[in-house]
């Protein structure tokens, strides 16, 4: 019994010894000799391609050569597009989808804009409120009262901060446009579509 299990235990030991002695690997060196081994592919080789053997010298499996950089760029890319295109198509089923939703997007953000505007209207004219009662005050040699600075410097900090948010609204109105317009065209291109 004690036997048996010992040979068992040599046989389990000695299989894996065999598998590894089962395979060959060929591959071509640097000076372009065909080199057999049994250690595997260098690294510097692997890239290359190369075969694996039976002990037999049969070939039970072919390892391609890696592909090069631009062609791994290029693949990239089109998984990339592949990608992009079908989040595209799950947005919008048409071209004339991609035109409501530019329309949709551009009207919310007119209506941010004129809300801007009007605010940026408002502040100028407590500006200029402010700035007449000042000058009558001056005239009659009275001095500024400091609510009156507060004020005049308030309304100016506000055309400044509301201006500049006219200006971004403007950016993104830009940058919303261009992208509905390439989403438009890339629609376009695959409906097949001119």
Known sequence: MVVRRAAASL???ALPLASQGAELYRYLDRNGTLVIDRQGVPPEYAGKGYDVLNEQGRVIRKVAPALPAEELERRERARQQA???EQLRKLYSSVEDVD???ARKLSELEGLMQIKKANLESARQVQAQLMEQAAVLQRNGQALPTDIQ???DAAAADQ???QADLDRYETIRRKTTAAFDSDRARMQ???GQP
């Open 83 to 85: 990608l992009a295109d």
């Open 160 to 162: 400044v901060r509301l």
């Open 11 to 13: 046989v389990l030991l």
């Open 100 to 102: 409501r939703a530019k």
């Open 189 to 191: 291109e695959l409906d």
């Open 150 to 152: 507060a004020r005049l």
